[in-house]
T-cell receptor, first 111, second 116 residues
């Protein structure tokens, strides 16, 4: 079946680095998205990976290994405003390219 | 207005009421989506419209009825809902994905629905 797993909740300290993992089991893989969602707000796009490797964008980086069905989102120099849920989603060619979503990881940043 | 807007932001309704949720996108996209988001659960795709044609209907109960009059507007008509339908309903839009390009989706702020 189709499955996406990510930790339910993580805690980190302001200024530190945190890695949020996402593993998936899907057919017809066509790329992996990371979204950020602050409480009570819309999810917003962070990154997209379709090839293996690391994509860096400022303080945020996203990594993909298609052979392992694994991705992570790396957040550096954590700020209090990074407290949010981080959603992993996979696009599949055999579901009309629609996204299959993980349940999200709630990241709590402490001073 | 910019991006994707949704109204109302909050809605409380009884099980016998009829109401509608509205979504409007100002991004020039040609695909629109309805999602249901319940606490600690993955986003559930309900409906997808591309070029005003419904292309996905993921086994959603008939008490939810979508309408897409044009590529900028999307409605979700609600009637005789159940308490378990209480959730955040998110609208999103994207460019059509059928040329193989990735479909980055832009979300509205959602409607928080409570069914009593």
């Amino acid at each position: 079946g189709q499955n996406i797993d990510q930790p339910t909740e993580m805690t980190a300290t302001e200024g530190a680095i945190v890695q949020i993992n996402c593993t998936y089991q899907t057919s017809g893989f066509n790329g992996l998205f990371w979204y950020q969602q602050h409480a009570g707000e819309a999810p917003t796009f962070l990154s997209y990976n379709v090839l293996d490797g690391l994509e860096e964008k400022g303080r945020f980086s996203s990594f993909l290994s298609r052979s392992k069905g694994y991705s992570y989102l790396l957040l550096k120099e954590l700020q209090m405003k990074d407290s949010a849920s981080y959603l992993c989603a996979v696009s599949r060619t055999d579901s009309n390219y629609q996204l299959i979503w993980g349940a999200g990881t709630k990241l709590i940043i402490k001073p | 207005e910019t991006g994707v807007t949704q109204t109302p932001r909050h809605l409380v309704m009884g099980m016998t009421n009829k109401k509608s949720l509205k979504c409007e996108q100002h991004l020039g996209h040609n695909a629109m989506y309805w999602y249901k988001q319940s606490a600690k659960k993955p986003l559930e795709l309900m409906f997808v419209y591309s070029l005003e044609e419904r292309v996905e209907n993921n086994s959603v109960p008939s008490r939810f009825s979508p309408e897409c009059p044009n590529s900028s507007h999307l409605f979700l008509h609600l009637h005789t809902l159940q308490p378990e339908d209480s959730a955040l309903y998110l609208c999103a839009s994207s460019q059509d994905w059928r040329d193989g390009s990735y479909n980055e989706q832009f979300f509205g702020p959602g409607t928080r629905l409570t069914v009593l």
